[in-house]
């Protein structure tokens, strides 16, 4: 207590400073070691060199920011549906983590008009204001603590700015849905990663296949392998429920493909080489 305290009194010439009054409005609370922040929303792209040779971003903090993001959603979705099973309780963390919901959250926080980048890309799907969200979750965490860190994304995230009722009633991961469907029918499923490029912002863009039986039933492009994998996912699996055709097709084939199997497998199967006592070379007692 005497610790914070002391700490409160030795940034009382800096509050109502900047940029101690951006982070206020978006933390709700004035930080210790501002150095920290604003290394959380330095962009690589204006990465900055130090005395010792080395190059700092938001890149360690984002990583660190990542795992603790992780644990407090774990902790508080694990509090608030109490009675859920395990695959409920990770399927609402994943959306709640997922980068389109982190970028959609900074941009409600205002985190894009503090962000240090050099880069001329300000489209959102390049994520880069959801990973600084992360960063400066892992900022906190250092700074405040775990207890801090929590309260920040219970309070400022989740009660502020999503429903967590709504996400549960959302949509499930399509990935994992189309793969549970996958497994259920006996049906193989497959991601194939088709090309990989840079677009004119040079932002690293993936587009994915899925392909059920062999045959394509899914596009996607995206920012990421993962969101390109969701996009074709989703495609697929939308498919696979509103269009009869296609689905009857896709059992058919499997059909066909488990009696060419069972072919082929009794053609293979040897002979019975039982030999009878009149083909044995030995002579009977």
Known sequence: MLKKIYRGIRLLPKRGKEPYVSFYKILGFYPYNITLYEQALLHKSSSIKLKDGRWINNERLEFLGDAILDAIVADIVFKEFEYKKEG??????????????????????????????????????????????????????????????????????????????????????YKSRLIEWSQKQKISVSFDLLDSFVDENNAPVFKTAVLILGEQAGLGSG????????????????????????????????????????????????????????????EPD
Not at 235 to 243: C, D, V, W
Not at 256 to 278: F, G, N, R
């Open 223 to 282: 920012y990421s392998k993962k969101e390109s994998q969701q996009k074709a996912a989703k495609e697929a699996f939308n498919k696979l429920q509103r269009n009869t055709a296609f689905r009857n097709h896709i059992f058919e084939l499997h059909e066909q493909q488990q009696i060419l199997h069972s072919e082929t497998y009794a053609k293979v199967q040897p002979e019975d080489c039982t030999i009878s006592p009149a083909e044995s070379h030995e």
């Open 88 to 173: 409920f309780l990770t399927n609402i963390r994943s959306k709640i983590v997922q980068r389109e919901t982190l970028n959609k959250l900074a941009l409600e926080l205002g985190i894009d008009k503090l962000v240090k980048t050099s880069t001329k890309n300000t489209t959102p799907n390049t994520h880069m204001y959801g990973n600084a969200l992360e960063a400066l979750i892992g900022a906190i965490y250092l700074d405040q603590g775990y207890r801090i860190a929590k309260s920040f994304v219970y309070e400022c995230l989740i009660q502020q700015h999503l429903n967590i009722e709504t996400v549960a009633e959302q949509e499930a991961n």
